[in-house]
Nanobody
Framework: QVQLVESGGGLVQPGGSLRLSCAAAGRTFPGDAMGWFRQAAGKEREFVGGIRWSDLGTYFADSVKGRFTISRGDAKNTVFLEMNSLKPEDTARYYC???????????????WGQGVQVTVSS
């Protein structure tokens, strides 16, 4: 069983930054891809961005492109989602997930964390 644990959520003002972490407990991430998703209250879950382990390529939803980045930690069992220029519409619960290959479709992901809340508000 793979356990993914997110951390780093919280309250931030519009225009601010926040960094989320996702750690795979006791091992490296399974599969060749890891993704971040978010779900706002009353809305469908949506893809935010992902990273491909084979070449560390990253890809993002248009709504966050240019504002969010994804990187891997030195220990290779941690991934970071750096969020800049945050907007109120970025408010959601953020989840990390692991998949055999890159995809923006949540159904492709086998393992999910519990999620962390990010609230962007003044």
């Amino acid at each position: 069983q793979v356990q993914l644990v997110e951390s780093g959520g919280g309250l931030v003002q519009p225009g601010g930054s926040l960094r989320l972490s996702c750690a795979a407990a006791g091992r490296t991430f399974p599969g060749d891809a890891m993704g971040w998703f978010r779900q706002a209250a009353g809305k469908e879950r949506e893809f935010v961005g992902g990273i491909r382990w084979s070449d560390l390529g990253t890809y993002f939803a248009d709504s966050v492109k240019g504002r969010f980045t994804i990187s891997r930690g030195d220990a290779k069992n941690t991934v970071f989602l750096e969020m800049n220029s945050l907007k109120p519409e970025d408010t959601a619960r953020y989840y990390c997930a692991a998949a055999p290959r890159t995809s923006d479709y949540g159904g492709m992901y086998d393992y999910w964390g519990q999620g962390v809340q990010v609230t962007v508000s003044s």
